[in-house]
């Protein structure tokens, strides 16, 4: 064991006792916490506050149209009396307008790769 200090316990030690700006210091404290304490003007949240009664109306006229969108699709193109047999069954994926629109995407898809390939 040495009698010789360290230098970075010196300095360390040195910086310890320095004094500090205490009014500065305090004083930026306070005004940081004023500043927090007074409510401020949010400008999204009174933004959707406002909104929400718009988007509560249009939600509630415009909430029907994917279930009727879903019914229009899914109605059979053609009424058939095989519908109740299970060939039936198998065809009625097909005997509407979402599988026709789907056969119809499929043949486009197909058309297309053949002809840029």
Do not use: H
């Not at 030690?13 to 404290?29: G, K, M, S």
């Not at 909430?63 to 039936?88: C, H």
């Amino acid at each position: 064991m040495s009698d010789e200090r360290d230098p970075f316990l010196d300095q360390a030690f040195a910086t310890a006792e320095r004094r500090l700006d205490d009014a500065a210091f305090v004083a930026d404290v306070m005004r940081q916490v004023t500043a927090r304490s007074q409510p401020a003007f949010n400008q999204p949240l009174v933004i959707c506050l406002l909104l929400a009664p718009a988007l509560w109306f249009a939600a509630q006229t415009f909430g029907d149209a994917p279930l009727r969108l879903l019914e229009s699709l899914s109605r059979p193109l053609v009424d058939s009396p095989v519908q109740d047999s299970v060939g039936g069954s198998i065809l009625a994926p097909l005997n509407n307008l979402a599988g026709l629109l789907g056969l119809g995407a499929a043949t486009v898809y197909l058309a297309y790769k053949r002809l840029s390939a």
